[in-house]
């Protein structure tokens, strides 16, 4: 059952990151880890910001780097839609910060759990 639900999350990711104007084959945190490790000038700082909020969402299960982890899985697929590429990194805010406020308490508080049981 967790294995069929992480795919189901993969290809909802997946098609964010494809709205968004990124590689279909690519996640959202394929696509950040990506950017930050090779973006420079002021746009580096967006990417950068994206990491962080995915990086601690993702915390409790990858610990930090899960864009880096990710990026390093999907290497060389990091295709950009060149027209409207400002609309497309708006919609990929969008999804990243709204989908990330909605799964970080549900992952933290698990994550609690967890911790909190493993000491009794």
Excluded at 70 to 90: H, I, P, V
């Amino acid at each position: 059952m967790a294995t069929y639900v992480k795919r189901v999350l993969i290809g909802i990711d997946k098609l964010g990151n494809t709205i968004a104007g990124g590689n279909e084959e690519c996640t959202i945190s394929g696509r950040t880890g990506y950017h930050a490790e090779n973006t420079t000038g002021l746009m580096l700082y967006y990417w950068l910001f994206l990491q962080l909020i995915i990086d601690i969402t993702f915390y409790p299960w990858d610990g930090m780097g899960h864009c880096k982890q990710a990026y390093e899985k999907e290497t060389d697929k990091f295709l950009e839609l060149k027209s409207f590429r400002g609309l497309a990194l708006f919609v990929l805010s969008l999804i990243t910060l709204g989908s990330c406020a909605i799964m970080a308490p549900i992952f933290w508080i698990i994550y609690g759990i967890k911790t909190l049981i493993s000491k009794l």
